[in-house]
Every structure is written in C-alpha cells, then in structure tokens.
C-alpha cells in the first residue's frame, strides 16, 4: 500500500451538563478502543492495521493502493512577493475528475533543500487563514511565519461539508487533499523528502491528527485545538467527524497513536472553556497517546503543549518544535 476566519463553535446554551451527563469534563476521558499491547512489533502490526480499516471506512483504499500517485498537473494562478517570501495560489488535481486550489509559500532565497509543512485551517477558514494578518486571527499568520523561518507551506481548502464525488466521504475527501499536498511538496525539486510536516487548528487540528497518523510520510505533526475524545465531541461539536463503523474502532487518542513514534505535539489553550478542548480533558486524552509512544521507546517524541490562551495557535511553540524535528532551511536572514 502507498501511503502517501472564523471557527465554527456549536455553543448549546443553558446545558447544565457536559458531554458525558457528569459535572466535571475531565473525569471521563481516558478513553482508548485499541487492544492491550505489550511491545513495539505490537504496536506496528496494530497501526498497520487500523490504518487499513480507517482508509476502508473512509472510502480511500483505491486511492492510497495505486502504485504512483495521479499526476499533479500544477497550475500557477498567481504570486504575491511578501519580503522573505513568496505566496503562491496554484491549482493541482486532487482525483483524476477533480481539481484543488491550494496556497504555497516558500523562502524567497534557501541553501539547500527546505523542510515542508502542510498548515490546514478549521471550521469556516480558507486556503488562505494560515496566513491572515489580522489580530483577531486565532491563526496568528502560522503559516506564514513558518515561510519566513525557511519552510516552503502549503495549505488547503478543508472546511467543506459536501462530498464531491460518489462513493466517497467527507473526511475520507478532506484527507486526501491534505494527502496531496504532502504529494505536491514531495514533487517539489527544492523539498527535502524526510522532513515534511504538518500543522493545523480546531478542524485544521484534526486534519492534522489524521495527516500524521495515515500518512507515514509525514515526519512531525503539531495538532493545536483538537487534543478530545469522541464522547466530548458527541454535543457542542459539528459532528462532521463522524462516520458509521468509526467509534466501534478508534478514539481519537488511538487515531493519535497511529503518528507514534514519529513526533507529535498538541497545544490546548488554559482559556478554552470546559464544553471545548480544555486543558485537564487533553491532559487525561494524551495519556494512552503517551503509552504507544513508551512501548516505541520514545516517550520524548509526544507531547501537550499548554499555552495561556484559547482557541488558537501557540506560533512560537510551533515553529519551534518544527525548527527541532524538522530543522529549517538556511536563508539569507539567519
């Protein structure tokens, strides 16, 4: 197999009770589908197995089984000269029958090959929100400061909520996109292939999620606003995650787990509230992420990145944990 602004909140007012029924949000989320293992060839056989049952239920197997990837046929639409780097909108195919707008980015002068990085928004963004400037942005412009540290980005359109195509799903369709785009980077003659890496918030968290657990490709993944379990996510959430067979196999720390050892880290706001993606939630949630990552002998590899503010990227804490895992492209500003 070939492995390759605004946030939408659903708020429910007046619900004195959290997702599980209980009081306190933290005291259920512990939670794990996956079966008791005990070494790390354990650990591979099992995510090698459920990424093949998720790819199934996500109406994928046929595109992630093709021996090459479909051609890209790239088509530069337009440029924006930034002063350290350079904004691309281009255009490449997704499927044979369909066609994507992706944004790029990249160092205007790098010494060798660049790292990569995916930047995916969430509920309501574009292509464009990894770069907006404006100070109410929950993105704080990730996207382009990881161009200005010497990444070449690209960033995708997730925040459908149609299936394009017959037979497909909708997150099987948002997670071939961002497949893509690791596709797109790897076609890429100034890309070093063994640091490629992905970043994203709320919805974009997710994607990110998902990225670095399917594709094995993806060499460090940072998941900001996503760190929960599925029964948190049942109320106060789009349930656009949802999809049938999904929770009788994975919770989303197992999904996590699928990244192991490859390194991960989560970033929750002390400011998300309780009915969201609070702090002592993504505490107890990292825990069985933590323990296939113990069994890989890299428990250093994850980790929950707690800042002091809300739904919103840590930018600092992001670009530095790519700088260690990925290691930036030298520009003429370093």
């Known amino acids: 197999m070939r492995i390759w602004r605004g946030l939408l909140i659903v708020a429910i007012v007046g619900c004195g009770m959290n997702a599980f029924g209980e009081e306190n949000t933290a005291e259920r989320a512990n939670v794990s ?151 797109y980077l790897l076609a890429r003659p100034d890309i070093d292939a063994g640091r490629i890496g992905c970043a994203g918030l709320s919805l974009g968290g997710e994607m990110a999620m998902w990225l670095g657990a399917m594709d094995t490709r993806c060499a460090a993944t940072v998941s900001c606003g996503f760190l929960t379990v599925m029964d948190h996510m049942e109320q106060n959430h789009c349930m656009c995650w949802k999809l049938p067979g999904l929770r009788g196999l994975v919770d989303f720390p197992d999904i996590y787990a699928l990244t192991a050892p490859r390194p991960l880290q989560c970033q929750n706001g002390l400011k998300e509230p309780e009915t969201q993606f609070n702090v002592p939630l993504a505490r107890q949630a990292l825990e069985p992420i933590k323990e296939v990552y113990t069994l890989f002998g890299k428990p250093e590899n994850v980790a929950l990145h707690v800042h002091e503010g809300g739904h919103e990227v840590d930018v600092a804490a992001l670009v530095s944990f790519m700088d260690e895992h990925l290691g930036r492209a030298k520009t003429d500003q370093d």
Not at 61 to 77: F, G, I, K
Not at 106 to 123: E, Q
Not at 149 to 157: F, H, I
């Open 33 to 183: 589908v996956r079966p008791v293992l005990k070494s790390a060839g354990e650990a591979r056989v099992w995510q090698a197995d459920t990424r093949a049952k998720l790819f199934e239920l996500l109406k994928m197997s046929d595109l992630v089984e093709r021996e090459e990837p479909a051609p890209l046929d790239v088509e530069v639409l337009s440029s924006d000269f930034r002063d350290n780097f350079t904004l691309q909108e281009i255009e490449i195919s997704s499927t044979p029958g369909r066609r994507i707008r992706i944004k790029v980015g990249f160092p205007n002068s790098v010494s060798g090959k660049a790292p990569g990085v995916v930047c995916i928004g969430g509920h309501g963004s574009t292509r464009n929100s990894p770069h907006d400037q404006a100070d109410d942005s929950p993105y704080h412009a990730f996207g382009s400061a990881l161009a200005e540290a010497g990444y070449v980005t690209v960033s995708p359109d997730v925040s459908q909520h149609e299936v394009y195509e017959d037979g497909r799903t909708l997150m099987g369709e948002r997670l071939w996109d961002v497949m893509r785009c690791i596709d």
